[in-house]
Structures are given as structure tokens and as C-alpha cells.
């Protein structure tokens, strides 16, 4: 049995149990995404103080502001996303640019953060007005690349994108690493390009009726970030799509075990 085949098996178990994620656990949930999307990104709060941050407003620990901002500005947007999905709104760039505005909002509002972009006249949640690089290591390699958008066609691009994934027919997993992936090699922002597809990969799967889940297999040197770059890297879709189908299935699998103990709710959701 191959990968899509478990996810499959695994994806129709759960619906037929009628599994859902009510409000605590959904926040929960949340709390474990934050930290974990921006781990990857070298935020230094724990998994504690970024709860703690969330739930209390308060903080602790001497560390830069930007990383409480960060996790501020990147719960707004996973609250959006989450309600947009599970509301089942269609796929729009008013989806893809409110999920950027909202991660970056807290720090942007600082006075003196993005002097370049406010400079250049950047505007929040607007997608990119002059050109970026990416700089990437994998496993002992390091370059960097120019991304397949321009600041003058970028939206046409990302429009593109968007028709494909809504008229393609293939494997939900397929179609949602697709988008996923190319919102990182398009780097439509100035910045906060990969957060904004983790949120775009979950406001799709939430669409189709899958879980939540914080994508925390990071600690097993298999995380999203590694996903894009290996595709990248070695032009190839099955790193991306092999490390949402393990995420997804080791997620549904906890849900069921949980669901036969009686520990998870049927038949209620709550919509943020």
C-alpha cells in the first residue's frame, strides 16, 4: 500500500466516524501551530511561552519583541484561515492576501520594522513591488534563487495557480502541495512567503473535511520548509506531497485511536 492509498484507507475511516475538532481542541491545535510554523522561521519562544502569549497576552523570557509579534500577527491569521475553511469560502487572492496581512500585521505596525519595504512604498497584505532572492542551504548545499514572479506579474501568476488548483481533478494531497509549492517559488510578498503556505495548505484541507493539524513531524528533520526545498532542489512534487500525506495520516490515526476510547467529539463543530 503506498502513501495515497493510507491516506485514503485512513481519510475514509476517520469520515465514516464523524470525527470533529470542537473549540478547545481546534485551539489547542492552534496554539501548537503557531509555535511550530514559526520555529521554522527562527522564532525563539518555546511552546509554552507562545500559549502563554496567546492565551494570557503576557510575556516572558528576554527575547527579541519581534518573536512575540510574530506569534500575535500569526495567530490572527490561523484564526482567519481556519474560519475560512471551515466555512468552505472559495479559494480567492482576498484569502491568499488577507492570510499575509494578518502574519505580519503585529510586527509591521512597529514603527521602526521593514524599513525597506515602507521605504519603497511597500504596502501591508499588497503583493511584492520590488524583486526578492531566496537564500536556501539543504544538506551541506547552498544557493539561491530568483522566484518565478516578478512584481509585474505576479498576480497574473498567482491567479494561474489558482485556476489550476480549482480545476484539477487530481488527489486533494496532489493539489494542495501543488499550491503550497508554488506560493514559495512565486514569493509573492515581501516577505512571510512560507507561513502564508502553510496557511493556504490548511484552509484547503480544512475545505475537504480534514483535520486541523500543526505540521509538528519537524522534529524528525522532515519539516515543511525541508519539504519545499527538496522539491525545489530536486524538482520533484514528492517531497512536498510524501510529507503532507505522513502529516496527515499520523494525525487522522491519533483522531481515530482517540474517537475509539471515546475521548473525540462527533457531530458538533465550532466555527470561529
Known amino acids: 500500500m503506498n502513501l495515497f492509498e493510507e491516506f485514503d484507507k485512513t481519510f475514509k475511516e476517520y469520515l465514516s466516524l464523524k ?18 510554523s514559526n520555529k521554522l522561521e527562527g522564532n525563539k519562544l518555546s511552546l509554552s511561552q507562545t500559549t502563554t502569549l496567546l492565551v494570557e497576552n503576557i510575556t516572558s523570557g528576554n527575547l527579541p519583541l519581534r518573536d512575540y509579534l510574530e506569534a500575535k500577527g500569526h495567530f490572527k491569521a490561523l484564526k482567519f484561515i481556519v474560519s475560512a475553511g471551515l466555512n468552505k469560502y472559495p479559494l480567492t487572492e482576498k484569502i491568499l492576501k488577507q492570510a499575509n496581512e494578518l502574519t505580519l500585521s503585529a510586527y509591521w505596525a512597529v514603527e521602526d520594522s521593514y524599513p525597506f519595504a515602507k521605504s519603497n512604498n511597500q504596502e501591508l497584505g499588497a503583493y511584492k513591488i520590488f524583486q526578492n532572492k531566496v537564500l536556501w542551504e539543504l544538506d551541506g548545499l547552498e544557493g539561491e534563487f530568483e522566484p518565478n514572479a516578478t512584481p509585474t506579474n505576479v498576480a497574473k501568476k498567482i491567479q494561474e495557480v489558482f485556476e489550476n488548483f480549482s480545476n484539477s481533478k487530481e488527489h486533494i494531497i496532489r493539489r494542495t502541495a501543488y499550491l503550497a509549492y508554488q506560493i514559495y517559488v512565486l514569493q509573492p510578498f515581501c516577505d512571510g512567503n512560507k507561513r502564508t503556505a502553510r496557511l493556504m495548505t490548511t484552509f484547503a484541507t480544512l475545505k475537504e473535511g480534514l483535520p486541523l493539524i500543526s505540521f509538528d513531524l519537524q522534529a524528525k528533520n522532515n519539516d515543511f520548509n525541508r519539504a519545499l526545498l527538496n522539491t525545489f532542489v530536486n524538482k520533484d512534487q514528492k517531497f512536498i506531497e510524501e510529507f503532507l500525506l505522513k502529516e496527515y495520516i499520523t494525525s487522522m490515526i491519533q483522531l481515530i485511536e482517540k474517537s475509539h476510547k471515546g475521548k473525540t467529539n462527533h457531530n458538533f463543530r465550532f466555527l470561529i
Do not use: A, C, P, S
Request: aromatic residues 22%; proline residues 0%; charged residues 20%.
Open 19 to 36: 470525527i470533529v475538532q470542537n473549540d478547545e481542541q481546534l485551539t489547542k491545535e492552534m496554539y501548537n501551530y503557531v509555535y511550530f
